[in-house]
Nanobody, 120 residues
Framework: QVQLVESGGGLVQPGGSLRLSCVAS????????MGWYRQAPGKPRELVAA???????NYADSVKGRFTISRDIAKNTVYLQMNTLKPEDTAVYYC??????????????WGQGTQVTVSS
């Protein structure tokens, strides 16, 4: 079973930046879809950004132009660079992996989450 470990969350002021990291326990990124999701209290979990095994990315409209998802294949790590943070970005951020190649389906595997709080 692949394990995902997120890190990099914290408390920042509006307009600030954070970089989240998600480290996978195996070299699977090149054949997997890696995604960042977030969930705020009282709200459903939503997709923030994703990158496919081929490197194609997509973003939620609310973060386009501010967030960037990237990968370091050699380090089994996916990143989420978050700039110009807003209070509405406050949430627990989760890393997710899905893969047809590795038979990872049914919603994929999830990390434990990392808290991002944007407040003045």
């Amino acid at each position: 079973q692949v394990q995902l470990v997120e890190s990099g969350g914290g408390l920042v002021q509006p307009g600030g930046s954070l970089r989240l990291s998600c480290v996978a326990s195996a070299s699977i990124l090149s054949r997997s879809v890696m995604g960042w999701y977030r969930q705020a209290p009282g709200k459903p979990r939503e997709l923030v950004a994703a990158v496919s095994g081929g490197g194609t990315t997509n973003y939620a409209d609310s973060v386009k132009g501010r967030f960037t998802i990237s990968r370091d294949i050699a380090k089994n790590t996916v990143y989420l660079q978050m700039n110009t943070l807003k209070p509405e970005d406050t949430a627990v951020y989760y890393c997710n992996v899905r893969s047809t190649y590795y038979n990872i389906g049914s919603g994929g595997y999830w990390g434990q989450g990392t808290q991002v709080t944007v407040s003045s």
